[in-house]
């Protein structure tokens, strides 16, 4: 499971560079996904419920397009406790 979820982490990160904006991985993610010897520690090896991903704030408009064209959509939920709307 973990490395489908590396793997999408992956695609996300080319499709954003192939539209000019740079993301990079944070998180427990991040470190399975760069560190050789993650893949061998047992508490790296699961599934995660989300995936981090950091980007420039003057990419904002272009990283939210870009997560919409890739077929993600966003929680109405969360974007009302940021104070903001989608």
Same mark, same amino acid.
């Given at each position: 499971?973990? &490395? ?9 990160i080319r499709s954003g560079e192939e539209a000019?904006?740079?993301? %990079?991985?944070?998180?427990?993610l991040a470190v399975y996904m760069t560190c050789? *010897? ?8 699961? *599934? ?7 980007? #420039? &704030? ?7 397009? #870009? ?9 109405? %939920? *969360? ?8």
């Open positions: 499971m973990i &490395e489908k979820d590396a793997t999408l982490n992956r695609r996300i000019g904006i740079r993301l %990079r991985a944070l998180g427990g050789a *010897s993650a893949v061998r520690h047992p508490r790296l090896k699961r *599934s995660y419920a989300d995936i981090d991903l950091a980007g #420039l &704030e003057k990419d904002g408009p272009r990283i939210g397009k #870009l997560f919409l064209q890739l077929g993600y959509k966003p929680d109405q %939920r *969360s974007m009302r406790c940021m104070g903001k709307r989608a």
